[in-house]
């Protein structure tokens, strides 16, 4: 399909006329089209789209519908009726009362060409622009950030059904693209062994019962792949996504030795980490992970908003990670994402695993006030609250020198690194003096040798030690209560457009879809806002209105 983008795009008169009949008031989608105008252009995406062909779908309708249908939480299916049956549609989109329509198709076609053109964000970054144009969303100002969870769309396999899944997949992808290589040579148990999906009630229970069974499995998969690198066997089924990914399941779940052994199944500690391994062969991006209570199939998403009282609280950056990425890796790329949006903030407000000493110094670099809550000192004497932590002892930086609470100084002042291998400095007393020193059980416990020091360099231990005194004052409770705003945006994410189950397989569609439901997330507000609607407060239940009350 082609792109031919219209000069120009008005409501027909008709239209006009009906809908302003239907809502005198106006309702969202009219408020946003009469104040805003169209969010898109054809032109925004004519890179998408081929010079020749059948003219598409007006991608700017598409993009405009796509909002609408993440705002409400519609099937492709049912967004499509919605343009051909309400009238607010017609009239946000500049259509006749007679327009017929499209097929739902289009809405997946013109999601693949996003995804394909690596244009994921686009939609979310024009309506950015859009809001900055109209004065809705700034920098320099207050911004906050929160991540949750996001399931992945399939059924979550534990590691027995993975590998009877992976042969079933594998064997149903020849089946339909090389039929007759299959059935020359395939055994005629497999049809019964791999005909319908796995399921673990038909599992046996028992441990050995089960390995027995993954090695079948393994052994089966081993002779598919055998054949397949045949050199008599068509090259072409070698490159099959589904080939690769039974490949890559055998090299993680099983091993023999020698080549030629029986396959056998590997134990837990055996298996790659969990960035690593493939989880289902339907979606070989979603990753399994767990925080705190909360375990996972899938994949992240860290929302950020602007957080000023004079503006609307509009989505700013949306950045999907697969599970198993650390929250504190993220703070410094969303910063420099708003900073390429030029909506960098001059306060960040996020939650305790987004703040570290490389977090807050990277943050200072930038300009930008990093607000949340510091790690915990380490050690145990800081858990436990006795003894003398490492904050009890005063660091001179330009002499080397340690100072413990009981005035004697450090012996050795010595570069080194950390367990993750970041510059740290390692300080150590003398062994006589701690030995003689009075307060030797609380400062050591049951140790044996003289006290000793890791900390950070210089820049970080001073950034991470300042952040933690800064967490005890007043101002910084009164700055920081502010982020639980954060909280019910992510509860609206998940309420009205279901933003913690991907629609789609893959790690790419379900990063568009988090960037459509930031965009809807931000139609709706902006047309709350035109429409002077107050910001909803947090709820609290009739009992406990009550309380005051009763007490």
């Known amino acids: 399909m082609s792109l031919h983008a219209p000069l120009f795009s008005c409501i027909p008169n008709e239209t006009a006329r009906v809908a302003h009949a239907a809502f005198p008031k106006g309702n969202p989608s009219m408020r946003m089209r009469d104040t805003l105008g169209p969010i898109s252009a054809n032109r925004d995406v004519a890179d998408l789209f081929p010079r020749d062909g059948a003219p598409a779908q007006a991608p700017a309708h598409l993009a405009l519908i796509s909002v609408m249908q993440f705002a409400e939480n519609l099937s492709d299916r049912q967004a499509a009726d919605a343009v051909r049956a309400r009238i607010d549609g017609k009239y946000a989109l500049a259509l006749e009362l007679t327009d017929p329509g499209f097929d739902a198709s289009v809405l997946c076609d013109v999601r693949a060409r996003l995804v394909a053109g690596g244009a994921e964000q686009r939609l979310f970054e024009q309506m950015l622009l859009l809001f900055k144009a109209q004065g809705l969303v700034k920098g320099k100002g207050r911004q906050r950030t929160d991540a949750t969870h996001v399931l992945a769309a399939m059924h979550v396999l534990h590691r027995l059904e993975c590998i009877g899944e992976t042969v079933r997949h594998a064997l149903t992808t020849l089946a339909t693209s090389a039929p007759a290589w299959l059935t020359s040579w395939v055994p005629a148990e497999w049809s019964t062994r791999y005909g319908r999906r796995i399921d673990e009630y038909r599992l046996p229970e028992a441990k050995a019962d089960r390995s027995a069974l993954a090695e079948e499995w393994g052994t089966d998969g081993r002779e598919l792949l055998h054949r397949l690198w045949d050199p008599a066997t068509d090259p072409a089924l070698r490159a099959l996504p589904a080939v690769q990914i039974l490949r890559l399941v055998w090299l993680q779940q099983l091993y023999a030795e020698p080549p030629a052994a029986p396959m056998r199944w590997r134990v837990a500690e055996d298996l790659p980490p969990a960035p690593q391994l493939i989880c289902t062969p339907y979606d070989v991006d979603a990753r399994f992970s767990k925080k705190r209570e909360t375990s996972w199939v899938g994949s992240k998403v860290h929302l950020t908003e602007s957080g000023d009282d004079d503006a609307p609280h509009l989505f700013t950056d949306v950045t999907t990670t697969p599970a198993t990425t650390?929250?504190?890796?993220?703070?410094?790329?969303?910063?420099?994402?708003?900073?390429?949006?030029?909506?960098?903030?001059?306060?960040?407000?996020?939650?305790?695993?987004?703040?570290?000493?490389?977090?807050?110094?990277?943050?200072?670099?930038?300009?930008?006030?990093?607000?949340?809550?510091?790690?915990?000192?380490?050690?145990?004497?800081?858990?436990?609250?006795?003894?003398?932590?490492?904050?009890?002892?005063?660091?001179?930086?330009?002499?080397?020198?340690?100072?413990?609470?009981?005035?004697?100084?450090?012996?050795?002042?010595?570069?080194?690194?950390?367990?993750?291998?970041?510059?740290?400095?390692?300080?150590?007393?003398?062994?006589?003096?701690?030995?003689?020193?009075?307060?030797?059980?609380?400062?050591?416990?049951?140790?044996?040798?003289?006290?000793?020091?890791?900390?950070?360099?210089?820049?970080?231990?001073?950034?991470?030690?300042?952040?933690?005194?800064?967490?005890?004052?007043?101002?910084?409770?009164?700055v920081y209560a502010d982020r639980a705003g954060i909280e019910g945006s992510l509860s609206q994410g998940v309420r009205v457009s279901g933003m913690r189950q991907s629609r789609y397989i893959g790690y790419l569609k379900t990063r568009l879809m988090h960037f459509l439901v930031a965009a809807a997330l931000n139609f709706i507000r902006v047309a709350a806002w035109l429409a002077e609607v107050p910001q909803a407060r947090t709820r609290t239940s009739a009992f406990a209105r009550l309380a005051p009350a009763a007490t």
Do not use: Y
């Open 326 to 478: 650390a929250d504190n890796t993220m703070p410094a790329i969303i910063q420099q994402q708003l900073e390429t949006r030029g909506l960098a903030p001059t306060e960040h407000l996020v939650d305790a695993g987004d703040v570290c000493a490389e977090n807050l110094l990277t943050s200072q670099q930038a300009d930008i006030d990093l607000v949340g809550p510091t790690p915990p000192e380490p050690g145990w004497r800081a858990k436990a609250k006795e003894g003398f932590a490492g904050s009890c002892f005063v660091l001179d930086w330009d002499a080397e020198q340690a100072t413990c609470p009981q005035g004697q100084v450090s012996r050795s002042w010595t570069a080194s690194a950390d367990h993750e291998g970041r510059p740290s400095v390692a300080i150590r007393f003398d062994k006589s003096t701690c030995a003689a020193c009075p307060a030797r059980t609380p400062c050591l416990g049951n140790a044996q040798g003289p006290r000793s020091l890791l900390v950070h360099e210089r820049a970080h231990d001073e950034a991470l030690h300042g952040a933690r005194t800064r967490q005890q004052t007043e101002a910084f409770k009164t």
